[in-house]
């Protein structure tokens, strides 16, 4: 063993680098073990990887989560609209990156009618995935992320947003366009297709809030408007905004962990036996992925004064990158982490990040996969993979594959 990290930076434990898109847990302990808290002088910023530590950091609600407050030069503040003023950059942008006291103004009142609209899916998903199923038919073998995975969550966050489902691919596509835009590391093509899917998204969401004002329906876009005329201080760019939010956090990540799920479950035929004896298991199992292969890598936060973290000094404005990858593989929390276990006893995963940030779409993302997996292996008892190799996605930070191919043995 050696003090010397086995990386240089954070990167080379995402999906941007070929080694770790094949497998990130080996660096991903390697720096547990041996630099828990890294400095990461390519991204300037800290890399945490212990569980304790990473728990900590998203649960401590005095930190910062806005680009702008980051260190002149860092990975963060890359991330910030050039030729906007201070205060302006401060109230822009989605709620994931917003500060209070933005950030509770805009997530409460979203959080309340997104979240009426979630418990409305709590049966609602079930028609999602049976005209899902009925698409799909009884092929022989077939894509599971092209046919299950990714349009289960775009029909279901569809359905809640008031969208005409005839765009999903559309969706999807937008969605790729603007996730673009957590990253840096773009190609000017890449650039320009984010540009192109932000444009078109937020012109469809502003145009279709003037005419869910002008007549509204039973969907999320006419309860937002509608607490914005009762006096709910949200401006219609926030709202257009934060739909695209919804929109597109909804997608990719939970199509990765069905994805991701599927897989682990056929590769792991004691743990898909439990859940066929007892489907209502499927809720554990998704817990159990999201341990396991979380569809994201890292979240962050900014330290807003000086501080220690894991016994290292971390000053104002220095970016904490925090692996929930690696803290939930930590075995000084969880027992055999590398074990693949859907009936393990307390399994307190941070895949959905802590605090005041914590996943606004959890509860959905949680019904979409139990149900998908839940009809997943009960129309297709015999599914098995089909002999193609894996291809992981390259996008940095998050986990999921390209394609996903199985036969029914029917
Ligand atoms: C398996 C699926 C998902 C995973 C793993 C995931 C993961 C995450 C993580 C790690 C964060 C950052 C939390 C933090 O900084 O502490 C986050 C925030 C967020 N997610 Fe998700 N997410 C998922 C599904 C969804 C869905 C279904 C939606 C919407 C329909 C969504 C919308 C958001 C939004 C809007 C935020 C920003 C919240 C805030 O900063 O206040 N996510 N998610």
Redesign the pocket.
Known sequence: MTDKPLITTALQTSAFDPEARADPYPRLKAMQEQCPVFRDDVMMAWFLTRYADVKAV?NDRTLW?HPINGEEGSFSRRLLEPGLDEETQRRSG???FLDDPH?ARV?QPLMKAFYARVAQMKTGIEAVIADVFERLGRPDRFDLMAAVAIPV?ILA?ARILGVEEARYREFRDWSEGVILGLTTLRTPAQTERMEAAREAVYDYFITLMQARRAEPRDDLISDLVRLQAEGAQLSDDEIAI?LI??LV??NL??S??IGNGVRLLLTHPEELAKLKADPSLAGAAVEEV?RFE???DI?ARIASHDMEVGGCPVTQRQTLMIS?RAANRDPSMFEKPDCFNITRKHAPHV????????????P??RIE?AAAFREIFARFPKLRLANEELRWRSLPFFRGLEALWVETGV
């Open positions: 998203a989560r989605s709620i994931l950030h997530r969550p966050i934060n939010a919804l956090g909804g990540t939970t990765d962990l999201l979380s569809p994201v979240t929930l895949a959905f990040g802590g605090g005041a940030h914590i996943c606004i779409g959890a959905l993302a996969a």
